[in-house]
C-alpha cells in the first residue's frame, strides 16, 4: 500500500507540473505504456479525483441543473421516450456548460454568489414551466411578462387549482449547491484565491466541450425541427426536442422580434402572406339560404366565461345544470362541436379570434404586445353598414388591455367596472345578475336611439377558482337516493358525488351563470328588445378542470358511490385525447327566426375563427383576410387549427407534439390525409402570425379592407 500511495504522489506531483505548464504532457517515467500499464491507470484515477476535487462546486451546478430539465419533462410529457430521448438532454448540457464555464471567470470567493444565482434562474424557469403546463398544456413564454399583471388577479386561482407540490420539487438544486459548498468549506476544500492557478483555461476548455456538443448534437436536427423553432408556435415539440433552456434562448429570441421587424423577416412574410390570399376574392362568390337572412338586425354578443358545452347535458337529482342554455339551444342554430382557440391570452384571445378570424400570435398576445396593429374586424366592417358598437365588461377597463385594443377593433365605447354599481361581489367583481341587469338598462338607452348596435358582454362570475359556493345558490352535486335499512324502511342517503371538488364548484358556478343568463333574456324579451335582435352566445374557452374530476364524473356509479373498475365495460379513459374533445364550448345564434323555422343542431367542427365568416354571410358584409370559413359553404372537410399546432376534422384529431392523432370516424386515415391538414396548419399559423406582427394589413391598398357591395340574389346551397 504504501508503494502504490508513492506512486500516486509522484503522480500528483507531475500533472500538477504538466498543469503549470499549460499543457497535460505526461513524462516518460510517470507513464510507460509499454512496460507499465498501471502507471497509466494510476495516472487516469488521479487526474479525475483532482479534476473532481478542484471543481466540485462546477459539477454539483451541471448535475442538479441537467436532472431538473429531465425532471420537468417528466411532469410535463411524461412519457419515458420522450425523457429518454437523448437531442433535448444534450442541447440542455450545452446550455449549463456555458452558463457553468462562465462562473470560472469570477473570483473564487464569489463563485457561490454565481453559481446560486444561476442554479435560481434556470430552477426559477422550471417551476414557472411546470406551474404553466398543468394549466394551458404547453410551455411558459418570455412574453408572458408583458401580460403577468394579468395572472396577479387571479393568483388565488393558480394557488388552489393548479400549484402541486412537484412544481417545488425543483428548488432542491440551488438547496444542494448551497449544502455542497458549505460542506466543501468546512472541509476546507475551498481556500484562499490562488492567484497562480489558471482558471481561465478552464472556462475555454468547457466551452470548447460545449461548442463540440453543439456542433454534433446539430447535426442529427432535421429540417422539420429547424423550421419549428423558427417560428416557435408548437412549443411542446421544442421542449421535446431541443430542451427547455434552448426553447427559451429562441423564445427570447422571438419575444423581441415585435420591436425589430423592421430588422429582418418583413420580405419573406410579406411574400407568404401575398401568395396565400392571392386566390382569395375580394368579394363574395357565393350565395346560400342564410345569406343576408340577419342583415340590419341587432347583434348582442354574449362572451360566457369559462362555459363548457358537457355541462349542458348534466343533471344532479333531476336538476339541469344549465336549464336556461339548454332551452337556448333547442330554439337556436346550436353548433354542437365547438372549439375555442385560445393561446396565453385566454379571454382576450377569444375576443380577438372570434372578432377577426385570425389565429392568436406565437409570442405574446394581440390585445397586449400588438394592439396597435390594423385589423379588419367584425365591429368595423358593422359600423360601415350604420351599425353602433361597444362592449361591456364590469371589471377594469384596462384589463387585458381592453381600453385600449377595443378602441383598434373599431368598437365605439366600452362600459367597464367605472360605469356599474358594484352591489354584489363574488370572484373577480360584479355578479353575472347584477351585470346583465344593470347592461340592460344600458341596451334599453341604446336601443332608443334607432341605430342598429352590435354589443359584446362580457360575463365574469364562472372564472377560476369556483370557491366561493356559499353565493351560488343551492345546487347540491352529490346524489341522493332512497334504500332500505335493516327493517326494510325506506331512507334516503347522499352518495358522495362531486361535492367538495372543483369540478362540483365549478359546476355550482355554472348553475348561476345560467340563472343570470335566463334572466338576462327574460328581461330582454319582457323589454321588447328581441323583436329585431340576434342573439350570439359562445364559451370563450374551457375551465382548464382537472383530469382527475372528469375521470369522477364520468366512471361513477350512482348506484354504488364508487367508480367504475379500468376492466368494466361502462368505463370511460380520460386520456390526453378524451381530456382535448371534453374542452369544446357550446356556440348558439338565437332570433326570432331560428325559434320558428331554422333551429337545428350543427355538428360540423368548428372553431372560433369560423364564427366572423359564418355570421358575415348572414349579416352580409365580408373579409377577404378571414382565416376561417362560413360553416354552412364548407366543402370537404372543415379544419380547425389549434395555436399549438394541433389540428382536428370531423374524421380526426391530430397531435402535432407527438405526430400521432385519435380516429373520430370509421373513414381510413392515410398518410396524405394527415401530410395535407399538418402543412394547412403550419401554413395557416405562419400567415396569421406575420400579418400581425408585421403590421401588413396596414401596408396594402387600405380599400381593399372595406366590405363590397353584395349580390342581391339569393340561392340555397
Request: charged content about 20%; hydrophobic content about 40%; overall charge neutral.
Amino acid at each position: 500500500m504504501k508503494k502504490i500511495k508513492g506512486k500516486i504522489n509522484n503522480t500528483y506531483k507531475n500533472i500538477l507540473k504538466a498543469i503549470k505548464k499549460k499543457a497535460f504532457k505526461v513524462k516518460d517515467k510517470c507513464i510507460d505504456i509499454k512496460n507499465n500499464p498501471k502507471k497509466e491507470l494510476y495516472n487516469f484515477v488521479n487526474y479525475m479525483m483532482l479534476l473532481v476535487k478542484n471543481n466540485i462546486l462546477f459539477l454539483t451546478f451541471i448535475i442538479v441543473s441537467l436532472f431538473n430539465s429531465v425532471l420537468l419533462r417528466y411532469f410535463t410529457i411524461s412519457t419515458m421516450d420522450n425523457i429518454l430521448f437523448f437531442k433535448p438532454f444534450l442541447f440542455d448540457l450545452v446550455v449549463i456548460l456555458v452558463v457553468g464555464g462562465l462562473g470560472f471567470l469570477v473570483k473564487e470567493k464569489n463563485r457561490i454568489i454565481y453559481y446560486l444565482l444561476s442554479s435560481l434562474v434556470l430552477t426559477l424557469i422550471c417551476i414557472i414551466n411546470s406551474i404553466y403546463y398543468t394549466f394551458y398544456t404547453s410551455f411558459a413564454s418570455i412574453s408572458l411578462l408583458a401580460t403577468s399583471k394579468y395572472v396577479v388577479a387571479v393568483g388565488d386561482a393558480v394557488v388552489e387549482n393548479v400549484l402541486r407540490v412537484q412544481d417545488l420539487s425543483y428548488l432542491w438544486a440551488p438547496l444542494a449547491i448551497l449544502i455542497v459548498y458549505i460542506r466543501l468549506r468546512r472541509l476546507r476544500v475551498y481556500k484562499k484565491e490562488n492567484k497562480n492557478r489558471k482558471e481561465p483555461l478552464k472556462a475555454i476548455s468547457t466551452l470548447v466541450t460545449a461548442g463540440i456538443t453543439l456542433f454534433f448534437v446539430l447535426l442529427t436536427v432535421t429540417p422539420l425541427e429547424a423550421g419549428r423553432l423558427v417560428k416557435q408556435w408548437n412549443r411542446e415539440y421544442l421542449v421535446m426536442n431541443f430542451g427547455i433552456y434552448v426553447y427559451h434562448l429562441n423564445d427570447l429570441v422571438k419575444s423581441i422580434e415585435p420591436q425589430i421587424t423592421t430588422l429582418f423577416g418583413y420580405d419573406n412574410a410579406m411574400k407568404t402572406f401575398t401568395e396565400y390570399y392571392s386566390d382569395t376574392t375580394d368579394t363574395r362568390n357565393y350565395t346560400n339560404k342564410y345569406t343576408g337572412i340577419f342583415e340590419g338586425k341587432n347583434i348582442i354578443s354574449i362572451h360566457a366565461e369559462s362555459m363548457q358545452a358537457f355541462a349542458m347535458g348534466l343533471t344532479f337529482n333531476g336538476v339541469e345544470v344549465t336549464p336556461n342554455l339548454n332551452k337556448l339551444a333547442k330554439k337556436s342554430l346550436n353548433f354542437t362541436n365547438f372549439y375555442s382557440q385560445v393561446s396565453v391570452g385566454t379571454s382576450s384571445d377569444s375576443e380577438f379570434t372570434l372578432n377577426t378570424s385570425l389565429m392568436p400570435t406565437n409570442n405574446g398576445t394581440a390585445f397586449v404586445s400588438y394592439f396597435d396593429r390594423t385589423y379588419v374586424s367584425i365591429p368595423k366592417l358593422l359600423k360601415e353598414k350604420g351599425y353602433y358598437t361597444f362592449a361591456m365588461h364590469a371589471n377594469n377597463a384596462s384589463y387585458w388591455n381592453r381600453n385600449v385594443m377595443h378602441k383598434s377593433l373599431g368598437y365605439d365605447k366600452l362600459y367597464s367596472k367605472t360605469d356599474y354599481e358594484i352591489d354584489d361581489v363574488i370572484g373577480l367583481g360584479l355578479a353575472d345578475k347584477s351585470f346583465f341587469k344593470q347592461s340592460l338598462e344600458y341596451i334599453k338607452k341604446i336601443n332608443a336611439k334607432g341605430d342598429p348596435y352590435y354589443g359584446t358582454m362580457i360575463m365574469l362570475t364562472n372564472h377560476t377558482p369556483f370557491s366561493e359556493v356559499d353565493k351560488y345558490g343551492e345546487f347540491p352535486v352529490d346524489i341522493k337516493t332512497t334504500t332500505k335499512d335493516e327493517q326494510g324502511n325506506n331512507v334516503e342517503v347522499t352518495l358522495p358525488y362531486m361535492e367538495g371538488t372543483t369540478m362540483g364548484n365549478y359546476l355550482k358556478s355554472l348553475h348561476y351563470a345560467d340563472q343570470a343568463l335566463g334572466e338576462f333574456l327574460a328581461g330582454l324579451e319582457e323589454a321588447g328588445l328581441m323583436d329585431n335582435t340576434v342573439i350570439m352566445l359562445y364559451g370563450d374557452h374551457d375551465a382548464r378542470l382537472p383530469k382527475g374530476d372528469f375521470n369522477r364524473l364520468l366512471n361513477y356509479d350512482k348506484t354504488t358511490g364508487e367508480l367504475y373498475e379500468e376492466t368494466d365495460e361502462r368505463y370511460t379513459e380520460v386520456d390526453s385525447y378524451k381530456y382535448e374533445l371534453l374542452r369544446k364550448v357550446p356556440f348558439m345564434i338565437y332570433s326570432k327566426e331560428t325559434e320558428s323555422k331554422l333551429h337545428k343542431n350543427i355538428d360540423t367542427v368548428m372553431g372560433m375563427y369560423d364564427v366572423m365568416p359564418t355570421i358575415s354571410n348572414m349579416f352580409n358584409f365580408y373579409n377577404k383576410y378571414q382565416l376561417g370559413t362560413d360553416i354552412f359553404n364548407t366543402i370537404g372537410d372543415n379544419v380547425v387549427v389549434f395555436p399549438n399546432g394541433n389540428w382536428m376534422t370531423n374524421k380526426v384529431y391530430y397531435n402535432a407534439q407527438k405526430g400521432e392523432y385519435l380516429s373520430l370516424a370509421s373513414t381510413v386515415i392515410d398518410k396524405e390525409y394527415i401530410k395535407k391538414y399538418e402543412d394547412y396548419a403550419a401554413e395557416l399559423l405562419n400567415v396569421s402570425n406575420s400579418l400581425i406582427v408585421y403590421d401588413l394589413l396596414d401596408k396594402i391598398d387600405k380599400t381593399t379592407l372595406t366590405s363590397e357591395t353584395y349580390i342581391d340574389e339569393r340561392t340555397t346551397k
